[in-house]
């Protein structure tokens, strides 16, 4: 099957299920065991034991997404944030020694800086352009490295082929955030990846109107990554699988939707005054170009724009009175958004003069989007 068939027909064969379109929305905490037996001998996950441990609705987002992915299995958990602390937690141990990209995605940095290292685990943050040269920075003690390509706010594109090399070469694990490109445009396990992680809120949700997390994985790993969703006890209410079921249905479209209307305004934003450089991976001016070519199936609606230097009261004028770009914190979502960011770096630190914007192309017709964007730069400019 091609990967728009198994959006629109995978998790919908539990042989439990009525013949719905959509798997029905069933919630519950206590179940009950016709026998001793089978209370002693229930099954932790993919059979609805208890509540926390998923419903039918759960397991049926798990199984369509991980068939979506090409992965052995999938566990659901209330948020991406979830799912990065879950999965970083679940592989690693005191005494670890951990890698994770420079450019990653802020809360994960948040959790290895504040959490991780208070237990024992050390992080070091790597240049996202490293590619194979990551293997001089493993020690005896490397567990793990943690990946994002493309990376958080500057879009930087890794090279995971050869960073997952080096780990096997090391005995690590590769662990990657593939939110940005989804399973649709980016097939983690055909370069070497263990596990991957998503926050399902994005695009798969595509909606804004669930918090989802997604954790697949590839090989024996699985049973940690499992026991680690039962140990933390975080799931996500089978409202939201649904909703995020509902969402995945669509995603094929929305996505090729979203990836035209952000590289038309993408290219568009590379020959305003106002705009030092358009950092966005399908452009040949991006870094790591090449390797989006050579790995990537498609683009999605997430990128940042560098500015002119200015003042905060320039970048307010502009958002401040945007009719279509809202100012929200997330993006995968039928809407439009543009927030400043402010790239944290330890590894190489960043230095590009201006400011960035970070902006997520929705729905939204380009033409509307483009004159919304015109009057933003006529305040850029007037207030700068």
């Not at 996505?255 to 005054?273: F, K, Y």
């Not at 683009?299 to 770009?325: C, N, R, W, Y």
Request: hydrophobic share 40%; glycine share 8%.
């Amino acid at each position: 099957m091609q990967d728009a068939t198994r959006l629109v027909t995978g998790g919908r064969d539990h042989p439990d299920e009525p013949h719905l379109v959509n798997p029905a929305v069933c919630r519950g905490s206590t179940v009950l065991f016709p026998t001793l037996h089978d209370l002693e001998n229930r099954q932790p996950r993919g059979q609805m034991s208890y509540g926390r441990n998923g419903t039918p609705t759960t397991f049926a987002l798990e199984r369509a997404f991980a068939e979506l992915e090409g992965a052995d299995g999938c566990a659901v958990a209330a948020s991406g944030k979830a799912a990065v602390v879950i999965a970083l937690t679940a592989l690693v141990k005191a005494g670890d020694h951990i890698l994770v990209t420079d450019n990653a995605y802020s809360p994960t940095r948040a959790y290895c800086d504040r959490v991780l290292s208070r237990f024992g685990v050390e992080t070091t943050y790597f240049d996202p352009t490293v590619g194979g040269e990551i293997a001089r920075s493993f020690r005896p003690n490397t567990r793990l490295v943690m990946t994002e390509s493309p990376g958080s706010q500057t879009f930087e594109v890794q090279d995971v082929p050869a960073i997952a090399a080096a780990a096997k070469a090391a005995g690590a694990l590769t662990l990657l955030d593939n939110t940005w490109a989804t399973p649709l445009f980016f097939r983690p396990y055909d370069h070497g990846v263990d596990v991957t992680i998503h926050a399902a809120t994005k695009y798969v949700v595509g909606h804004s109107d669930a918090m989802m997390g997604l954790i697949t994985w590839k090989g024996e790993v699985g049973a940690r990554v499992e026991a680690g969703v039962l140990d933390f006890g975080a799931p996500a209410g089978p409202d939201d699988c649904y909703l995020a079921l509902r969402g995945l249905r669509t995603m094929s479209v929305r996505l090729r939707q979203h990836e035209a209307a952000a590289l038309e305004i993408a290219r568009w934003l590379e020959q305003r005054p106002e705009v030092v450089r358009v950092l966005h991976p399908a452009l040949p001016s991006c870094p790591g170009h090449e390797l989006f070519r050579r790995d990537f199936k498609g683009s999605s609606g997430l990128f940042s724009v560098v500015v002119q230097p200015t003042d905060k009261a320039a970048i307010a004028a502009m958002l401040d009175h945007m009719e279509l770009f809202g100012m929200g914190f997330s993006w995968g979502g039928y809407e439009s958004l543009m927030i400043p960011a402010q790239p944290k770096r330890t590894a190489v630190p960043w230095t590009e003069p201006g400011s960035i914007l970070r902006l997520h192309i929705g729905l939204e017709a380009v033409d509307d989007l483009i004159r919304d964007l015109e009057a933003g730069f006529a305040r850029f400019r007037a207030a700068a």
